[in-house]
């Protein structure tokens, strides 16, 4: 599902990661927070976790927002 905005974009993957109840050591939408992403590229984001599923971890979530020629976002978001 492609979002119209970055905005929209990190909520999805904030969302995604919720109901996956995985829960971020770190702020890792600091990433985002500057320069954008330009037409054609990526940029991702991997960030140990604290927990996942209710449990202490030591696994890591990983996010890859891509901005698509047409200039729709693609959001990905992966645990590992």
Known sequence: MNQETLCAAINQAEKELAESRAIPSEN???KYQYGGIPYG????????????????????GHVVIERLSQGTYETVVYIL
């Open 28 to 30: 890792w939408q600091e």
């Open 41 to 60: 590229t990526r940029k991702e984001a991997h960030f140990p976790l604290e927990s996942y599923k209710g449990k202490p971890t030591k696994k890591y």
